[in-house]
């Protein structure tokens, strides 16, 4: 896993405060912010993530319901919504950062609860504070 993934999954998993993360965000290129929102769209995809997943993360997210990205990711058909929310303006990618850690979150700790609760090999769930707690706290 390389280093971004480590980060955007222990955001997803509250290892590292949301602020912190939003913080990196917004200090990291518009190209680099597209990678990223990629990434986690791709990561929400793998965990499995579904449009009923949408309201919880946008409580988890702080953002209003009636913000551009909560309002797709409540809409169904998901990967074509994530794929919209990816390539939203510039001036909408902090809440779309912000939604799809916290769809991140709410699809892993499903699937980490249904499929790996007696333990398993993936590398983002042997994530934690007793890894690198300077990474942690970056």
């Given at each position: 896993?390389?280093?971004?993934?480590?980060?955007?999954?222990?955001?997803?998993?509250?290892?590292?405060?949301?602020?912190?993360?939003?913080?990196?965000?917004e200090g990291i290129s518009a190209d680099e912010q597209f990678e990223v929102l990629r990434d986690l769209s791709g990561f929400c995809i793998q965990a499995r993530a579904t449009a009923e997943d949408g309201p919880e993360s946008v409580r988890l997210a702080g953002i209003r319901p009636t913000h551009t990205p909560a309002v797709l990711i409540t809409r169904g058909q998901l990967p074509g919504q994530l794929t919209k929310i990816i390539n939203l303006p510039l001036d909408e990618r902090v809440?779309?950062?912000?939604?799809?850690?916290?769809?991140?979150?709410?699809?892993?700790k499903r699937r980490r609860a249904r499929l790996c609760?007696?333990?398993?090999?993936?590398?983002?769930?042997?994530?934690?504070?007793?890894?690198?707690?300077?990474a942690a706290t970056a």
């Open positions: 896993m390389d280093e971004r993934a480590v980060r955007l999954n222990e955001l997803a998993q509250e290892l590292r405060p949301l602020g912190r993360g939003v913080e990196w965000f809440k779309a950062f912000r939604l799809l850690v916290a769809l991140l979150g709410v699809a892993d609760a007696d333990g398993c090999t993936h590398a983002w769930h042997q994530l934690g504070p007793d890894a690198d707690t300077d």
